[in-house]
């Protein structure tokens, strides 16, 4: 009995000792940096995509970046390729990545862009947007709008309209009314602002 305990203490002991050699990314799985390796394909190093279908997610936050991968797993959002990428993950990695992606400085690289229907999509944007999409759409609690990848707005703007993605709450209202103010020129005017923005 007593020569049990003993060895189970030199074990235990001999157990921490080993732990305390090992860096604490081994000991909490791969890390949010290893685990964006393999995004770093389509989204960038470091999450900000050279486009022009693939959105830039760096500086993404957080929240959104986990409902963003959430929804993609369970098919609730329309996608050519996240669906399948997102069901290798588990809400734990998700997490791990989402704190990689938000430290992640974003860097917009410039689009081309009509100057005048820019400046329509900016009056528009302060009227019906900004109140979500604070500071002209810069990453936030909202996701990121400024200095995003036109054509992926496109897409996703196509897709909350022809309801492959869910509207967020209260934003469908305000999109039908920049479209009545605007008419038919007002989501590409949105969007030429957004893409105006570096
Ligand atoms: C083969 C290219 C490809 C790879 C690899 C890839 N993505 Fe994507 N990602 C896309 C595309 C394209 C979209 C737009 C949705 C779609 O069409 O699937 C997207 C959209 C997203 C979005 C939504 C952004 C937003 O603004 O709402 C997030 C978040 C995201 N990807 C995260 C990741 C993460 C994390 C990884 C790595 C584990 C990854 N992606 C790997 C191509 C890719
Ligand atoms: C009441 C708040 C609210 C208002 C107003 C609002 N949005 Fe949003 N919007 C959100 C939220 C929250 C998201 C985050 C994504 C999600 O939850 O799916 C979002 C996401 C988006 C996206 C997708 C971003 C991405 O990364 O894929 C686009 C594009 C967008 N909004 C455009 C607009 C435009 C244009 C307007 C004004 C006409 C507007 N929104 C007004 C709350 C709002």
Request: hydrophobic content about 40%; proline content about 5%.
């Amino acid at each position: 009995m007593q020569r049990d305990d003993t060895m189970k203490k030199k074990v235990r002991n001999l157990f921490l000792a080993v732990l305390a050699l090992l860096p604490a990314s081994v000991l909490a799985g791969p890390s949010g940096e290893a685990l964006s390796f393999t995004c770093a394909g389509c989204h960038g190093t470091d999450g900000s995509s050279v486009g022009p279908s693939m959105p830039a997610i760096a500086g993404m936050d957080p929240e959104v970046f986990v409902d963003a991968m959430k929804a993609y797993r369970n098919d609730q959002r329309n996608a050519t390729i996240m669906n399948r990428i997102a069901k290798a993950y588990s809400d734990e990695q998700f997490k791990e990545m989402a704190w990689f992606f938000a430290s992640q400085k974003l860097h917009l690289f410039p689009q081309a862009h009509d100057v005048a229907l820019a400046e329509r999509g900016f009056k528009l944007h302060e009227k019906h947007c900004e109140k979500c999409h604070e500071n002209g759409g810069r990453p936030g609690d909202a996701g990121t709008l400024a200095g995003q990848w036109m054509p992926y707005l496109e897409y996703t703007m196509d897709d909350f309209l022809n309801g492959k993605r869910k509207w967020p709450r209260k934003m469908q209202r305000k999109v039908d009314a920049a479209i009545a103010d605007e008419g038919q020129d007002a989501l590409p005017a949105l969007i030429h602002y957004y893409g105006s923005q570096q």
